[in-house]
């Protein structure tokens, strides 16, 4: 019994050094995404991109508390054919982004992305004019469920520029963490700005 | 932690009964309302079990609809006859065509096994096989089948499962612990003929279990993906069934040996999945396995009922695969759609969207209008408005 739960305990410890050596600063100030996407931070976060599945080179991923309780993506232009979620095999596809999307399937690429990140009953709502540096977009709310029932809410953004998809999206449990930092992240993606 | 804990107890009772137990007999048909020892490899089969059933009644894959649930019980209980105070019916809201029954009565169904019966005697049948497997031992036999092959290392991977769990997630956690209620290809076949012969005596034509079979088969055919089509087998978290086509070739002979006819309760059994279907198609094209979803749909079409539904989403098939010639697919089905009384609203606003993808302005204009005459309160109505103002400032896209 004890050797069990030694080996568990390793086991555990092992997982959570591999996901901290990842982990790196991001303090407040301006926060490029890409060369020329930046957004400005109000407070210091933590920058967890390394740690993000199959790593998709143009998806950061920022968090206070920790992936399960806040995180923040920052999608830099994805071209026709990129995604933000990578397949884990061919047979298992995640969304991709399409030249002449319309806008509801602009909203429905972050949201099957969701999916893909694996929240279920992942629902959009309250769709609203949206813009980065006079690009028009459209923003969103969320409404998921981890898949042991904890209640998501979220808060997302798409522009569409120069046949580029930018992408931002808040996502934290629905008690407490989503509107203890929704300001921030309202002031966050009200920085977003094309260089 | 805690629930890693309470899962090395129930792993350490597995690996250290296994031995000392090994040698005690298992029943034929399991003794009525009996809860095994806690010590023994049954009870630690059975404390395993209750872990992943309390997780499946937090799930967010829990379908909280009472009345189905109710009806998929009553015919669980049906085909389980005398051992129906002993199961417990959860139907989960995942599109794969499965149903797993835990040891201590717990039974899943999946709604993709649901959108793929065609009536109660498929499902009686479906649920016969699982009732079979609770009732003839499945799991005790299969756990000391496995013990006698693997040794403790299963039981150390249960362990480490359950502790990386928190990080993978809960699905992997129960693929892990499901990986100890796996069954046999014996006791599969075994469920497979007991189930027939349940189905057969609740009254319900046992023929349907063979139907199963062949749409399941015909499904897996159409797969957009070579792995899925060459492995003849759906994804699930039990992977060592046999493959679908030597159990239909079984269940055919099977079939011979019982009474002919029964009742199929079909429109019964479609009143029932009729208000989840939309929900469950959207589940399925988020596999995004085009080809089976496609001929899942056009199989419900033969039915002849909920054609605006079903034309919709075969509409929005062809409309997130965007192969060549797909948006003129995808119009014609929403087209098809518009027509039938039970078209949802959305129908009018993807079609007005791929009609202005394909340059027919004035079809787009009309269905725009007719989506937000359908749906005055839509939440992208200032979208379709944008939309409408392109159209008539003599923008197509």
Redesign the interface.
């Known amino acids: 019994?004890r050797s069990?739960?030694k080996?568990?305990?390793v086991?555990?410890a092992t997982?959570?050094l591999a996901?901290c050596a990842t982990i790196t600063s991001a303090p407040a100030g301006d926060y490029k995404v890409a060369s020329d996407y930046t957004v400005t931070l109000g407070r210091q976060w933590s920058d967890m991109s390394a740690a993000i599945m199959g790593k998709p080179k143009k998806v950061r991923m920022l968090s206070i508390d920790g992936v399960f309780l806040n995180r923040l993506y920052l999608v830099d232009g994805l071209a026709p054919g990129e995604f933000i979620v990578k397949a884990a095999?061919?047979?298992?596809?995640?969304p991709v982004y399409?030249s002449?999307m319309?806008?509801?399937?602009l909203v429905e690429f972050v949201s099957?992305s969701t999916?893909a990140l694996?929240y279920?009953?992942v629902e959009t709502?309250?769709?609203?004019?949206a813009s980065i540096s006079g690009t028009d977009g459209?923003r969103f709310d969320v409404a998921a469920?981890?898949?042991?029932?904890?209640d998501i809410a979220g808060t997302g953004m798409v522009v569409e520029r120069a046949g580029k998809l930018y992408v931002n999206l808040y996502l934290a449990p629905k008690e407490h963490y989503y509107d203890a930092y929704l300001p921030e992240v309202e002031k966050v993606f009200a920085s977003a700005r094309f260089s | 932690m805690r629930r890693?804990?309470r899962v090395?107890?129930a792993?350490?009772a597995l690996?250290?009964s296994a031995t000392a137990y090994a040698a005690e007999p298992i029943p034929e048909f399991r003794p009525h309302n009996i809860r095994p020892d806690v010590h023994t490899d049954e009870g630690g089969l059975w404390a395993t079990s209750d872990e992943v059933e309390q997780?499946i009644k937090?799930?967010?894959?829990?379908d909280h609809d009472a009345q189905l649930t109710g009806y998929v019980r009553e015919v669980a209980c049906k085909v389980a006859f005398d051992y129906c105070n002993e199961i417990r019916v959860y139907v989960l809201?995942l599109p794969f065509f499965n149903a797993a029954m835990a040891p201590n009565g717990g039974m899943q169904v999946w709604s993709g096994l649901l959108l793929r019966v065609d009536n109660e005697a498929q499902l009686a049948f479906a649920l016969g096989h699982e009732t079979t497997h609770f009732v003839r031992n499945h799991s005790i036999l299969a756990w000391r089948k496995a013990k006698a092959r693997t040794s403790v290392a299963m039981?150390?991977s249960l362990?480490?499962g359950?502790?990386?769990a928190s990080?993978l997630?809960?699905?992997v956690y129960l693929g892990i612990a499901a990986s100890l209620f796996s069954f046999t290809r014996e006791e599969e076949a075994d469920a497979d003929r007991y189930g027939l012969q349940r189905a057969q005596e609740a009254g319900y034509d046992p023929a349907q279990g063979v139907n199963v079979f062949r749409s399941l088969q015909a499904e897996v055919a159409a797969s957009d993906?070579d792995?899925?089509r060459k492995e003849d087998a759906r994804t699930s978290i039990f992977d060592d069934h046999p493959n679908t086509a030597a159990r239909l070739a079984a269940i055919q002979e099977e079939v011979k040996t019982l009474p002919e006819g029964g009742k199929l309760e079909k429109e019964r059994y479609r009143a029932m999945i009729r208000p989840h279907l939309g929900d469950w198609l959207k589940d399925d094209l988020?596999r995004?396995?085009f080809g089976e979803s496609l001929h899942l749909i056009d199989h419900l079409l033969e039915q002849g009922e909920d054609l605006g539904v079903l034309q919709f989403y075969k509409g929005e098939a062809y409309r997130l695969r965007?192969k060549n010639g797909d948006l003129e697919l995808a119009q014609a089905a929403y087209a098809l759609a518009i027509a039938q009384p039970d078209a949802p609203a959305a129908a009018w606003?993807q079609l007005a969207?791929v009609e202005?993808?394909l340059g027919h302005a004035d079809k787009a204009k009309t269905n725009f209008e007719a989506y937000l005459a359908k749906a005055p309160d839509a939440?992208?109505r200032?979208?379709v408005e944008?939309s409408l103002k392109k159209l008539s400032a003599g923008e197509h896209?």
């Open positions: 019994m069990l739960l080996i568990a305990a086991c555990a997982l959570s996901a095999s061919k047979d298992k596809p995640t399409h002449g319309s806008p509801t399937e099957d999916s694996g279920d009953r709502s309250h769709l609203r004019p459209i469920q981890t898949p042991e029932g904890l | 890693l804990a090395a107890v792993a350490a690996a250290s997780q937090a799930s967010s894959e829990l809201d039981v150390v362990v480490a359950g502790a990386g990080i997630g809960n699905l993906f792995k899925v988020r995004k396995d965007r606003r969207d202005q993808s939440d992208d200032w979208l944008a896209s």
